[in-house]
């Protein structure tokens, strides 16, 4: 286990409608990054944060925004959901934008877009 | 967005088989890095590889480098029906860590 949370586990949405997933960081850690790993592929980098401000962006749309709170733990919001955002939604604390060693992945969320 | 290549896309062998898969890609990484990811749960870190040429083993896993840092390969030795799952490739070429992903490749081991 590796001491990343993530919530909801599943969630169902209809299209347009909006969702927040919630990540809670290994403790000490200081630093977020989400992907999304549709089915069959591997992850893809939607954005990282390090202390509370966004520190790196992927080929995603401004509909995906995020959040780090002061305790380090972060949103992923995504509005306007669409079919193709069904995908299993992962986050990785890691401490300092650091080397992969310190980065620990969540069990992910996976979303349902119908 | 950008993918590595990864190759194959899936194995089936029987327990005891030595098992290899590579991954490639048109841009050079600083560093690769090779990933399990079980049923419901994230990926889990097996072996980092931060220089070109490196050969890093991690008990019956074994990880190279390659030396144009646009590829790299993983071995696994004597496979054990719980090295079932998904394997991925990742390469990182910015400093705040942005990880590039293979498509994966699934690994099914025969009692």
């Known amino acids: 286990e590796t001491g990343v949370t993530q919530s909801p586990t599943h969630l169902i949405k209809t299209r347009g409608q909006q969702v927040t997933l919630r990540c809670s960081s290994q403790?000490?850690?200081?630093?977020v990054s989400w992907y999304q790993q549709a089915l069959g592929q591997g992850p893809q980098f939607i954005f990282q944060?390090?202390?509370?401000?966004?520190?790196g962006r992927g080929n995603f749309p401004p509909r995906f925004s995020g959040l780090q709170f002061p305790n380090y733990s972060s949103e992923l919001n995504v509005n306007a959901l669409e079919l193709d955002d069904s995908a299993l939604y992962l986050c990785?604390?890691?401490?300092?934008?650091?080397?992969?060693?310190?980065?620990?992945f969540g069990p992910g969320t996976r979303l349902l877009v119908l | 967005g950008q993918q590595l290549n990864q190759s194959p896309q899936s194995m089936f062998i029987q327990e005891g088989e030595d098992v290899s898969m590579n991954c490639t890609s048109s841009s050079i990484f600083n560093t690769w890095l090779w990933y399990k990811q079980d049923p419901g749960e994230g990926p889990v870190l097996l072996i980092a590889l931060y220089k070109a040429g490196e050969l890093t083993s991690n008990g019956r896993l074994t990880a190279q480098f390659g030396i144009t840092r646009k590829d790299s390969f993983l071995n696994i030795s004597a496979s054990i029906p719980s090295d079932v799952g998904i394997y991925f490739c990742?390469?990182?070429?910015?400093?705040?860590?942005?990880?590039?992903f293979g498509q994966g490749t699934i690994l099914t081991v025969h009692p």
């Open positions: 944060y390090y202390r509370e401000e966004e520190n």
């Open positions: 403790s000490g850690h200081n630093t």
């Open positions: 990785a604390s890691s401490l300092g934008r650091g080397t992969p060693k310190t980065q620990y």
């Open positions: 990742a390469g990182r070429h910015t400093s705040y860590g942005k990880l590039t």
